[in-house]
Structure formats: C-alpha cells, structure tokens
C-alpha cells in the first residue's frame, strides 16, 4: 500500500525549453487534502506541449512535467476529498471546476479563475509542488500533467469516469476530441445545413470536424498544408479538402468563392495569428463567426480591420471546447462508450512512455495525428 507515502516513478521531465525530454527517477509526494494521487495509465501529446516545449508560453516555469491529456487510476485521496476514491477511473482536467469562483457560478462560463493557464505557477492550487527529482522541484503543467507514471491533482482538476472507460481511448477526452468536438457544439453551435471551414487538421482540428457532422453541417472544408492530412479529414465528414499552397490566391478568397461569399462558421485549429485572420475572413461578411481554438504564441496579437466586425461578423474563442469540465467529462465518456462517436481515428500511433521523444518528433514532422504513451 503506497497511501501516504512518497512513490518513486518514472516521469518525463523538461528540464528547459528547446532540449528534449528526460526520463528521470522523481519522488511523488502524498496527496494533501482536497487532492488526488493518479497512476497514469496512458497520455496523448497534444500540440499545446510541444508550444511549451519551443518555448511559445511566456513565463511558463521550467523544469515541468509536461502532458495534459490523461487517463489513469486514483491511488490515494487527500484529506476532505469526496467525488472520488482509490481505484476509480479519472481524468484528469486542464481546466479545473472549483464550483465557486465568477467563472464557474456563471452558466455560459467555461473558465474556472483557479485554472493556472492564466496564472502560471506550475504549482498546485497551495502553490507548492509535488513532485522533485534529484532534490530539486519540478513544476506542474496547468493542473494536470501526465507525463509521468504518477501525478497529484487537486480534486477540482479530475473527473471520476466509467469504470468500464477504455482508458487508452478516452484520454482523447481530457483535450484534444472535447476541445475540437465543443468549439463545433458548444462555442459555434453550428446548425443543420449550415457551412464550416476547419483550418488545421491535426487532432483539434480533426475533432471540430466530428463536431461539425453530428450537428449537421452541409459543408465542411478541411484546410491543410499537409496532404496527408486530407484522408483523415474525409474519413471524419470533411466535404471539401483545401491546400492553401495549391492556390495563388489568399485561401481566404478560395473559400468566399467556394462558398458563395463565405462559411457560417471558421475554425483556427492552428495557432497562427494570420490564419486566425484568414478565418475570420472567410466566414460570411455579415452572419459568420470564427472561432479560435489553436494557442498562438502569448507575446503575438491579432490585427484586423473593425469593419471586419462591423458588418456583423463575430469572433470568440474558447478553451476545452466551452466544456465544464467536471460536469460535462463523465458523460463524454459514457457517450464514447456508448458509441455516440468514436475516437479511434484521431489516434494514428502508440508507443511506450519511454519513447515520448519519439512522439513528438511524429508530431513535429507532420506523420502523426495523436499518439498514445502507455505506461
Ligand atoms: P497539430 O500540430 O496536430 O495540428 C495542426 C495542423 O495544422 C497540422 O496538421 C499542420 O499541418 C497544420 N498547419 C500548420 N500550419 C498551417 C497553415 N499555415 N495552414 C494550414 N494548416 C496548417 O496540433 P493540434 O491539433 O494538437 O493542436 C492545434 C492547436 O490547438 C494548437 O495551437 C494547440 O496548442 C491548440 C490547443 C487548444 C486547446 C484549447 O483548449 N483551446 C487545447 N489544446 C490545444
Ligand atoms: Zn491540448
Ligand atoms: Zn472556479
């Protein structure tokens, strides 16, 4: 029995932005109260670690355990914890639900102000860490991170799932199918018969194209620089693939003419500031929307004529999809299992946790769609 003792394992540390991943021996300290010891079982690697990792995320506090895309099982409970207990199925949430704050007291809101996207301590919510390797203390990755054998959250950052939750699937759900699957159903809110673009066809991208099907998109344009990304993307429902280097013109005038004058609904699925622009351009001049899902590097900006808005287009944004994630995790998972919608696809590679360099480099070079560490 490990309960209330500090476990050794193997975690995957970013001693500092640009090197690769170490797999070091670190020391986990005991969950305290109102916080949970989770033995990951398996983690996807999502596009926003690596931004961490180039160094993107200014004042993002290093060395880190990265890896926010999780599945695994509760070890032990801290003091006061009551919705879950050893052995159960979590996940753990990047987006936290302290059930209190502005944020979370307001129905249309998503974004618990207890988060540490904005913050950035890298600690948990006492502002201490639990996790050193070597003497020295490692940081923690927005409430979550995964890439380790063990980590310890706060219990408003985990969500207690199915016990019969396929956890090497439904790690897609702690970020990359919610954040895709909720820009398309909860943040644009896309209609029956209503036309789409999706900018980028990685698993974000991907995801706000299952989205954009089930909620009866007519049309829906897949946009990529990389062809081999166009068989997923049609797999999915994508009606239309586009590769802006095909065309001379801005991609942007491509699709106003293929859409007779513009989509209802853009996405930027990318994390690029003249593609969240293109986007916008490319939704109808008076009743589209854009919204922007992909992290662009904190210290860029946006630029854009007003008149742009003026005509009555809207751009928004939104984290995890616009999901309250405590709430909304359990039954995306029981939906998953109750083959409401598949992942499966979104899951193109798996490999052990030890090659997690490997992983990245897939997803740098464009092979990749999610891969899966296991543990
Ligand atoms: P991934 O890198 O897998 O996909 C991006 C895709 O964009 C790739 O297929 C690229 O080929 C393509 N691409 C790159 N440049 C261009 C371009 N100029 N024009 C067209 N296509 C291009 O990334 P991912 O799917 O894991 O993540 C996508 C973004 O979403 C990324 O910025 C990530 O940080 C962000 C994100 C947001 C949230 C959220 O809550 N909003 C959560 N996680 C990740
Ligand atoms: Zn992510
Ligand atoms: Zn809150």
């Not at 704050?101 to 618990?112: A, D, H, T």
């Not at 799932?161 to 919610?178: N, Q, R, T, W």
């Not at 039954?331 to 992983?359: M, R, T």
């Amino acid at each position: 029995d490990t309960a209330g003792k500090v476990i050794k394992c193997k975690a995957a540390v970013l001693w500092e932005p640009g090197q690769p991943f170490k797999i070091e021996e670190i020391e986990v300290a005991p969950p305290k109260a109102h916080e949970v010891r989770v033995k990951i079982i398996a983690t996807g690697i999502c596009r926003s670690d690596d931004h961490v990792v180039e160094g993107l995320i200014k004042d993002n506090k290093y060395p880190v355990i990265l890896g926010h895309e999780g599945a695994g099982i509760v070890e032990s409970i801290g003091e006061g914890v009551t919705t879950v207990k050893p052995g159960d199925k979590v996940i753990p949430l990047f987006l936290p639900i302290c059930g209190e704050c502005r944020g979370c007291v307001e129905p249309k809101s998503n974004f618990c102000y207890k988060s540490d996207i904005g913050r950035k301590t890298g600690l948990m919510s006492d502002n201490t860490s639990r996790f050193t390797c070597n003497g020295k203390r490692i940081h923690h990755f927005i409430n979550t991170s995964t890439f380790t054998e063990y980590t310890v959250v706060d219990e408003m950052s985990v969500a207690k799932i199915h016990d019969d939750a396929p956890l090497e699937k439904v790690c897609m759900i702690g970020c990359g199918f919610s954040t895709g699957y909720g820009s398309a159903v909860n943040v644009a809110k896309v209609e029956p018969g209503s036309t789409c673009a999706v900018f980028g066809l990685g698993g974000i991208g991907l995801s706000v194209i299952i989205g954009c099907k089930v909620a009866g998109a007519s049309k829906i344009i897949a946009i990529d620089v990389n062809n081999k990304k166009f068989e997923k993307a049609k797999e999915f429902g994508a009606t239309e693939c586009v590769n802006p280097k095909d065309y001379e013109n801005p991609i942007h005038e491509v699709i106003q003419k293929m859409t007779n004058g513009g989509v209802h609904y853009s996405f930027e699925c990318i994390g690029n500031t003249n593609i969240m622009v293109s986007a916008l351009l490319s939704s109808h001049v008076s009743c589209g929307t854009a919204v922007i899902v992909g992290v662009a590097p904190s210290v860029s900006t946006l630029s854009f004529a007003p008149m742009l808005l003026l005509t009555g287009r809207t751009i928004k944004g939104a984290l995890f999809g616009g999901f309250k994630s405590k709430e909304c995790v359990p039954q995306l998972v029981s939906d998953l299992i109750a083959e409401k919608f598949k992942v499966d696809g979104l899951i193109s590679h798996k490999l052990p946790f030890n090659e997690i360099n490997k992983g990245f480099e897939m997803l740098r070079n464009g092979e990749s769609i999610r891969t899966v560490l296991k543990f």
